[in-house]
Structure formats: C-alpha cells, structure tokens
C-alpha cells in the first residue's frame, strides 16, 4: 500500500472521528480510486512463489483502547458502506487468489451480524475434490509470521464448511495436537476444515502461547490479533462458512484461546478450553506461575461479586458473551482446576455487570466415561441455548481427555474432549450469542 493511500485512510479517519462524514466518505472514495490503480499496475504480476500472504495491520490501536478509550466503528453512519468497500479492498490486495475474482464494485465478502461470511466460492483456492489434504502455510500479520498446518476434508468444494482453529500447548507442535486430539479424523468424518496455528520458538522457548503478557491480551494486538487475521484469511482463501467458526485449545492454547475468543466475538461463535486459563489470570511471568498453582488471585468465580478484575493492568471483558466449553482435572498439578472454573465465571460476565444466572437454569449430572473416568458436567444456559458447559474430570492430570495415545499430553480414559466440544460448537445458532 504506497504512502497517498496510508494518507488518505489516515485522513478519511480523522475526518470521521471530527464529525464530517461527508467529506470522509469523499475521501474513502478517492482511496478507493488509488486501490483500483493500483490493481492495474500489479495485476499481471505473479504470485508469491513461497505461498506466503499477509493481511494489513488493523488501523484502530487496540493500546488506545485499552487505556480507557470505548471502542467503537472507524467509519460510522454515513461513511461505513464506503469504508467496508475500503477495508474489504485492503485485504484483498494481499490475496491475489479472491482479488481477481471480484469486480472493483464487489468486496469479496461481507458482514452477517458482525461475522464476516464469503460471498461466493468464486476465486478461493480448492485442493482436488474427493480427497483430503493436510497442508502446510505461512501467515503474516503487521510484521510477525506463523507457520500453520491446515486440514482440508474431502468434497469440501461442495458447500462451505465450517472451521475449528486448534492451538497446542507447550512443548507440541501442529501434527503432535493433530494425533492426540483426533481432530483430524473427526473433521474428515463430519466435514469442517482445522487450521493449527504453530507458535515459533523464537517466541517462545518452549513454544507456549504468551497468554500472560498484555500484549498479547487485547484486540488489535499481538499473538490474538495473528490468531485472528489468520483465521479470516482462511476463511476468505478457501471458501468456509465464516458464520461457523470455532476455536480451541490446550494449557497455554486453551489460555489463548479463551483471549482471542474475548476479543473476537465477531470471528469466533463459541470457544472450548482444555485445562487452561481465564483471559486476564495474569500480566506476568510471576503472576502466570502463581495462577498455574491455586488460580488468578484477582478474578472471581460466578456468584461472588460483579466484574472481572485481573490481578492487574486493564479489565479484559468481553462485549459479547460466546459460548464456553470447559475441560479440566481435578487432579491437574500444573493448571489449577480453579482455572477452569474461572473460565466459566469469565465466560458468563458480559460488560462485567451480567448477574449471575437464575439456579433453575444451571444443570449438573454426574458419569462415568468408557474408559472408567468420573466426570460431573455442569450446564449454564438460557432461553433455550446452552451458554457453557464446564466438565469436571476426576482424578484427571494435565492431559487432553480422550485423547489419543500418538500424541503426548492425553488421557485415553477421560471422557471424548474432542466429540464433546465439536457437539457442543455445532449446536450453536449463527452469530455472536446475545446480539
């Protein structure tokens, strides 16, 4: 993007946020013009041999945000048609694949609630119909990129399927999840793509997810902003159901995954967390070590007081409430099971002033897995919907609950973490709960 765009966006904002949108709506479509030249100079230009792409940096600071500022549209009322046409443009500039498929009048997906959904299936990119992939990818996001591995069932062409984004624990890797959660087979059996996000090490040391620094807690910033931006791209390259979107997690993958669903509502209709911990358990390596051991000494679980309030640093609230799945042992000596319950507690405060749910609408049943694991199962929900589900594993460690015994961190006994939550995330309406 050459820099008279970067001013004119630059422009188009601040006039937007001073009041006159008639002079920003001129402006987006100046913009628009430059893109559209743009396009023409660059459209006989080859793709990426490496098949990396990159979507822009958002324009909003999530770190203004953060520091007391409400959120809200870059562009609203009169201006938001032209700046979604501006915002849809930008990111297919990047990706060659769906910008070449679309008029200059046609963005290439648009908003159903606030989840953005592909309009057709024109100009994705499709692996041969009638088998399986599982792919590997590098993604890049304002400066930092990933790899991935992307699983793509067979006959996915036929219709758009959903996607479940799994992210590993420390020390695993993509194809180590892969084998112990089973999520691949489960995907070829039902039909949805996974995409498996993979930390780098020069990140990370032990390829944890950095759930506990700020930075990587809010929207806009960080790993949940990758995550996220990684996630849309898929979407948009391969042609899913944008509406059906999921994401999980394992420890540390949990704990990130718990994040990016609090800051990605839009993206994201419903989250499962596999022995990890609540968005805001801490800022800190010192805090993150004390949260592991007995729980986030700032965070309340449900019924004992309104809000959320992190041991410290900014409230991490979600404005919209997504559907929670909680796994945990009761024996588990590197989480707390005090997590998982705080995970729930996060997941049913919205704005941080939601009470707390009337006793007639949470269930709780008590079972035993095949395997010969106890388990109690607790529902919380409401007109109709089930809002969480947070089951308790007894006796159970640090271990995927009726994993696989190819991958490490499992637990063969337990009762089927992967069957229990893709039922659970396929049981939800489409859109965001509560909006």
């Not at 203004?64 to 046409?85: D, K, M, T």
Request: net charge neutral; aromatic share 6%.
């Amino acid at each position: 993007m050459h820099a008279s765009l970067q001013d004119l966006i630059r422009e188009a904002t601040r006039l937007t946020q001073a009041g006159r949108l008639d002079e920003a709506t001129a402006t987006i479509q100046r913009a628009l013009g430059v893109m559209r030249a743009d396009r023409a100079d660059a459209a006989s230009a080859d793709p990426p041999a490496d098949g990396r792409f990159e979507l822009p940096a958002p324009a909003a600071t999530a770190r203004e945000e953060a520091h007391g500022r409400p959120e809200r549209s870059l562009f609203p009322a009169g201006a938001a048609a032209g700046a979604r046409q501006l915002g849809d443009g930008l990111e297919m500039d990047r990706q060659k694949n769906i910008e070449d498929a679309h008029g200059d009048s046609q963005p290439g997906f648009t908003a159903l609630g606030r989840r953005l959904v592909p309009r057709g299936a024109a100009g994705v990119v499709r692996e041969p119909s009638g088998r399986s992939a599982f792919v590997d990818g590098v993604f890049g996001h304002a400066g930092t990129t990933r790899r991935y591995k992307l699983y793509i069932p067979a006959e996915h062409d036929a219709r758009a399927l959903p996607l479940v984004v799994m992210l590993h624990g420390c020390n695993q890797s993509p194809e180590d999840f892969a084998a112990g959660t089973a999520m691949n087979a489960r995907a070829g059996e039902q039909g949805f793509f996974v995409l498996y996000p993979e930390q780098a090490q020069e990140a990370n040391p032990a390829r944890c997810w950095n759930w506990f620094q700020q930075d990587n807690q809010l929207r806009g910033l960080g790993e949940p902003a990758l995550i996220a931006a990684m996630t849309q791209a898929m979407v948009l390259r391969h042609g899913m159901d944008g509406r059906r979107v999921y994401i999980a997690g394992l420890s540390a993958g949990g704990a990130m995954a718990a994040i990016v669903a609090a800051a990605y509502p839009d993206v994201f209709a419903a989250v499962g967390v596999h022995s990890g911990l609540a968005p805001g358990a801490a800022n800190n390596l010192p805090d993150a070590l004390a949260a592991m051991r007995g729980g986030a000494a700032g965070l309340r679980p449900q019924g004992q007081g309104k809000g959320l309030v992190p041991v410290s640093g900014p409230p991490i609230r979600p404005r919209i409430l997504v559907p929670t799945i909680v796994f945990h042992g009761d024996q588990d000596r590197t989480v707390h099971p005090r997590n998982g319950e705080q995970v729930i507690a996060a997941a049913m405060e919205r704005l941080g002033t939601m009470p707390a749910m009337p006793e007639q609408q949470i269930r709780t049943e008590q079972g035993v897995s095949a395997g010969g694991q106890s388990y109690t199962r607790s529902h919380h929900g409401g007109q109709g919907q089930a809002m969480s589900e947070h089951w308790t594993l007894h006796g159970a460690g640090h271990a995927w609950s009726g994993g696989r015994a190819e991958g490490s961190y499992t637990d063969p006994s337990g009762p089927d973490a992967t069957g229990e939550m893709l039922r659970f995330f396929f049981a939800q309406p489409y859109g965001p709960a509560g909006h």
